[in-house]
């Protein structure tokens, strides 16, 4: 529908950040984090938009076609002795452009060692930011399901399908997903959880190899094969799901007393 009056700079930007457009993008990526004001220090600005920064960094080599970075990220990945070496290849990695635009990687939080492991999908702002998973809104919903059972972040371990932030938050492309497939495939063979737990439908449908969606997948008892072993795996609804149909917070409710009752 079209407005009958223009709208305000406000609404405008209200609108925008409503529909997850909340950061300008350009060709070359922004240090937000170590970027300065042309103003100097202690000297009043005019303006408090940001300018670009003195020194621009280097141009970012092209990302190779995705079948190059799928294969060379299944090489890598493979070779990985632990997860450290892991989180140190993905720093290196520079086969998925989603790296160029996030602002750091986001590889994991919780223990390393713990018995159960959740993936989500991507990071979303708050994790890009903090460089830790599920640390949002819909992080803390995952803190409180977590407790429902007993769980915190020292029992559980916690990572993403794709540990780069897309920008704006959108989905990311099937090959985005399967250039970092084989990272997410050994992170969880290295933490080898005897219980994996998918969060919401392009987790469940990635990892677990089903086309199913999350109402049909949810509640059932999958095999995951990590490589050395084989383990159980449920699918259930994404927190950022659950924020925006309560009402299913009961079926998930269910998944998480089946998941509790195998780790018992
Ligand atoms: N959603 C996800 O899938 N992962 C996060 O880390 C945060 C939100």
């Known amino acids: 529908m079209t407005p ?6 406000h609404e405008l930007l209200t ?14 990526p922004v240090n937000r984090i170590s970027d ?14 940001r300018t670009t920064p003195a020194v621009l960094p280097a141009r970012a080599e092209a990302a190779p076609a995705p079948e190059v970075a799928i294969q060379s990220a299944r090489e ?14 993905l720093e290196r990695f520079d086969g998925c452009a989603l790296k160029s635009t996030a602002t750091r990687l986001v590889f994991a939080d919780g223990n390393p060692l713990a018995r159960i492991m959740f993936v989500g999908e991507a990071p979303g702002r708050e994790e890009d930011i903090e460089g830790l998973p599920f640390v949002g809104r819909s992080g803390q919903l995952l803190n409180r399901m977590m407790a429902a059972i007993g769980l915190d972040r020292t029992k559980a371990y916690i990572a993403n399908v ?54 049909k997948t949810r509640g059932r008892w999958f095999d995951y094969d990590t490589g050395t072993r084989r383990i159980k795996a449920m699918a259930t609804f ?11 917070k009961r079926l998930a409710w269910e998944d998480l007393r089946a998941i509790s009752k195998a780790l018992a």
């Open 238 to 248: 994404h927190p950022a799901y659950l924020l925006r149909s309560p009402s299913y």
């Open 162 to 215: 794709i540990p780069w932030r897309p920008p704006g938050n959108r989905t990311p492309t099937p090959q985005e997903t399967q250039i970092c497939l084989p990272f997410i495939q050994r992170q969880i063979e290295l933490v080898n959880p005897d219980v994996l737990v998918t969060l919401g439908n392009p987790s469940t449908q990635t990892l677990l190899s089903t086309r199913e969606g999350i109402m």
């Open 15 to 28: 609108f925008y950040l409503e529909a997850g457009v909340d950061c300008a993008l350009m060709d070359e």
């Open 76 to 89: 890598a990945a493979r070779t990985a002795p632990s997860l450290e070496v892991l989180r140190a290849m």
């Open 36 to 49: 300065e004001t042309t103003a100097p220090r202690g000297q009043p600005q005019s303006s408090p938009v």
């Open 4 to 9: 009958d009056r223009a709208l305000t700079a």
